[in-house]
């Protein structure tokens, strides 16, 4: 396997994002980059949204008092129940069975297979390819795993199964804690090397080259890597390190070939893990696009694994380049879809935005990592022209004044995706960790609620149980899957009843506009209230 860089952008980050998310001009400095931000100290990204505000010490201290004054329990807690004992846990958030059968088989011709394993992590198939989104398995997201926050609900899996489907990439959003967890990284790194690319943002490369990571590619925002996956001959792309078991299939008699393409997108949040590196690397999410083919999927209609390729050996070959977009050069007004073929209707529409299914149309998954609601989600997809399947974060919200900038809640996480295009979209960044104030339980059931109140079809967002799988073929969630909340919660009429005070809410504002209120007043009411175990290195 080679992983290359062709690019010569790799600290600058060469064109990126002017302010308001659009584009700059050849050789001038991106709107999100600081000028001259020292050796040392000192940001070196920032956001460029006026959404975005930069939390002081005060704010924090504030916050904790506010905690103390208002008996949270910090170490989680659920609806009607400050005190969850772990079995209340396993009720609240089932842990549902890996189907590793589907897995092996991969998903549908024309579709995309997702397991939410916890929190940020997702495990995606499609168009021949199986990749991860911010891998965290262990207990804890921290710095030493006797402290820190804990898992109410355990990872769905820790990337040693021999059933895994050999990974080929994986996207990394940003160093917080709760994303960047070095145990995990050790563990993939571990059984695949250098047979896994990893995409980190801009400036992550050295910390991963400490960890002997050989394959890295650093992307600044808007740059695409073009991911190209070959099967060698004799042999199908299984699970690596699965013995082939008695009469099962020897493997295709030819190669089998995809051609991804992964883009890294603005997001607007923060990085720092040491406490004196805060905003110098970068963060983001990525939209992943392939033309899959029934020829170029990861596996076989056969559920027998039929590899015997080591843990550590690399189950593909494939040739790494990062380009430039293409629209670089265009002001933002004048964004296009990166395919005139993509979707293009949004989710308001039960059929949603996602391909037709038919193997000529590209697929569209858009990992949005961590991230609080701002104006660039609207160019995504202007510029994608929609997508097949989002993961989007809904949870790590509580309390609004300090969490607006940097975390969606439910609300704003179907704003995002209504803005990008989403057909299907699945909940992220909750019921696993408690980082935030408001209860575990809780932005599921508002999810839900939201939904209902904006009139839209309940399977167009939905939050997977632990493990469990969503399937999207044409812009359709084809099965079935368990998800959250539990039918019995009691968080579902609480978060009713939340929703629909903001509804009310938005409404009076709504019409108090037409008699002539201030602008910032109309903002401040029709902006989703809600509402922090979130620690300074973890969300």
Known sequence: MTCERT?????????????GGGATAPGSRPAHHVPDPGLFLGPKFRNPWETFEDRTLGQVMEWSRQRKKDKINTDGYLVGNMHPTPEDYRRAFPLHPVDWQALAAGPPPGGIQAVWVGHATVLVQMGGVTFITDPCFNERCSFVQFAGPRRVVPSALTGTEPQLPHLDFVLLSHNHYDHLDTGSVRTLNKRYGKALTWYVPL??????????????????????????????????????GDKQEQGSSSGSSGSSSSEVTVTMVPAQHWSMRTGLDRCR????????????????????????????????????????????PASSSAPASESTPASPSGPATAM????????????DKPLRFYFVGDTGYCSVFKE???????????????????????????????EEGLMVAQDVRAAVSIGIHTATWSLTDEPLDEPPARLVASLAAAGLPADSFVTLQHGERAVVVGGRLVNSPATLPVADSPAI????????????????????????????????ATVASGGGRCGPLNC
């Open 203 to 240: 400036g992550l490369g050295s910390w991963f080259r400490s960890e002997d990571v050989e394959c890295v590619v650093e992307l600044d925002w808007w740059q695409s890597v073009q991911h190209q996956h070959r099967a060698p001959p004799g042999r199908r792309d299984k699970g690596a």
């Open 493 to 524: 009429a609480a978060a009713a009843a939340i929703v629909a005070a903001d509804t009310k809410a938005a409404a009076e504002a709504k019409a108090a506009t037409k008699a002539g209120p201030q602008p910032e007043e109309e903002e401040a």
């Open 7 to 19: 690019t010569k952008n790799t600290e600058s980050g060469g064109e990126g994002v002017a302010q």
């Open 348 to 359: 308001a529409s039960s059929k949603g935005g996602g391909s037709s299914g038919s193997s």
């Open 281 to 324: 690397t970068l963060w983001g999410g990525y939209v992943v696009t392939a033309n899959p083919t029934p020829s170029s999927t990861s596996s076989s209609s056969s559920n027998n694994v039929s590899t015997s390729t080591p843990a550590t050996a690399p189950a593909a070959s494939a040739t790494v380049s990062v380009m430039e």
């Open 380 to 410: 995504i997809g202007e510029r994608f022209g929609g997508i097949d399947l989002a993961a989007i974060p809904i949870g790590a919200y509580e309390p609004r004044w300090f969490m607006r900038p940097q975390h969606t809640n439910a």
